[in-house]
Each structure stands twice: as structure tokens, then as C-alpha cells.
């Protein structure tokens, strides 16, 4: 983050609060990032070497990468969320298949958030579904709210991609417990401890930036309901 000097040539002092929520953010995802790199490399040559016994360990192998990958997303979310805070999302659209997308986002959700007993279903077209978007971070924004369901649920997740006449509708349900909406704005203050108030606050600002709309509430029996609603242009 670069401060204009001021006439004096000096540059003016950076807040506290401007800094925690961009410079900090960003350097606490650098610190984050290259650790976890060596992990997952280190976790590779590991089962090489092991050869055929690695086959013994691969629930283990399994558990240690969902680990690592969690903490890359997290890192992921804390460069993201300092982007955003400091200039916003990128404007950089090109023609992209959203049916593609969503399917590969889901599936990196998956990844991360895979739990034994939870079923991840995906309907999507299978014919291209041509819009213009950011796709990286589309992407990224779908795999948060797929990965809040998967966390969320008791036996399944639905990833759906709809058609209307003017737009197109992904929409995200589990069969969680009914739970309390998430925060839709950064950093504010939550008494659910387990939420950091990045993900949604992301996704939200994205589908913003598409001339979208992100619709969340409580299933009528069980976990969220969200709606994800992207112009058909």
C-alpha cells in the first residue's frame, strides 16, 4: 500500500485501523502462504517415498492436505479481503462458462471441507453458460458460500445453476440445524466466535461488483438458503 507524501515530503502516518485491515491482513497472508507450500510439498515427497505403504496412510495423507488447505484458503480470504478494502474488486471481466465455474468451485470447496456422511450434489447445464465475468473472483466467492453449506450440513449439500429469463441463479442449500444469518459486512463485531466475517462480506461485495444480488436466510426447516443472482448480459 503506497501513501502519497506530503508537501513536507514525508509520509503521513498510516491508522491503525487502515493498517490492521490491509497491510496487516496482506503480510499475515504472506507469513501464512509460504509455510503451508512446504507442507503440502513436503507431504508429497513423504508419500513418494513411502511407495506402495503410502496406501496404508491415505486417510491420514488425506486429513493432514484438508488441513493445509484450509489454511491456504484462509490465507486466500485475508489477501482478498485487505484487496478489497484498500481498492475494491477487480474489474477485469472476460467471457467465461459459469456452468464450468460453479462446478470447479464447488469442487475446490470440496476439498477443503469434505466430511464423511455429507453428499455434495451439482445440477448446472452441461452446455457452456457464456457471461461475461471476473472469473477468479467469482470463483472464489462461489467456493465460500459451498463451503459454508458443507461445513453447515448433516447429510447434503445442493449446488444448483438456474435459467431465468434475464439472469442466472445459483442457489446454495444444506440440511443443517436452522442457523443465524451470517454477517454480510467486515469486521464487525459477532458473538460467534467460529465466524471471522470475511467469507459472506466477500462474497457479497463481488456479486455487487457483477450488478448481482446475493440473497441468504434460513431454510424453512434446516440450514441457509442462498441465492446467488447474476444478470444474464
Known amino acids: 500500500m503506497s501513501i502519497a507524501p506530503t508537501e513536507s515530503g514525508e509520509s503521513p502516518r498510516v ?7 490491509t497491510s496487516f491482513l ?6 501464512l ?4 507450500g512446504v507442507t503440502l510439498g513436503a507431504l508429497d515427497e513423504l508419500e513418494l517415498a513411502l511407495g506402495e505403504a503410502a496406501h496404508a496412510h491415505a486417510s491420514l495423507f488425506a486429513m493432514a492436505r484438508r ?6 484458503r484462509t490465507t ?25 465455474l460453479v462446478e470447479r468451485a464447488a469442487r475446490e470447496a470440496e476439498l477443503v471441507e469434505a466430511r464423511r ?10 452446455e457452456p453458460v457464456l457471461l461475461r465475468v471476473d472469473a477468479n473472483w467469482l470463483g472464489a466467492a462461489l467456493a465460500e458460500v459451498v463451503a459454508a453449506a458443507l461445513r453447515a450440513a ?13 439472469s442466472y441463479r445459483v442457489i446454495v ?6 442457523a443465524s444469518l451470517p454477517r454480510l459486512r467486515r469486521f464487525e463485531p459477532s458473538d460467534d466466535r467460529r465466524d471471522a466475517g470475511l467469507a459472506f462480506p466477500l462474497v457479497k461485495e463481488v456479486i455487487d461488483a457483477h450488478g448481482g444480488e446475493l440473497s441468504v436466510k434460513s431454510g424453512k426447516t434446516a440450514g441457509l438458503l442462498t441465492v446467488i443472482s447474476l444478470p444474464a448480459r
Open 15 to 21: 491508522s491503525q485501523s487502515t493498517y490492521l485491515k
Open 26 to 31: 496482506e503480510a499475515l497472508a504472506h507469513e
Open 33 to 36: 502462504r509460504g509455510p503451508s
Open 67 to 72: 488441513g493445509v488447505r484450509r489454511v491456504l
Open 76 to 100: 486466500d480470504r485475508l489477501s482478498r479481503s485487505a484487496q478489497l478494502e484498500l481498492s475494491g474488486v477487480p474489474s477485469s471481466f472476460e467471457e467465461a462458462d459459469l456452468s464450468l
Open 117 to 126: 456422511g455429507v453428499k455434495l450434489e451439482i445440477t448446472r447445464p452441461q
Open 154 to 166: 448433516k447429510r447434503s449439500v445442493l449446488v444448483e445453476l438456474q435459467q431465468t429469463s434475464d
Open 173 to 178: 442449500c444444506d440440511d443443517g440445524p436452522i
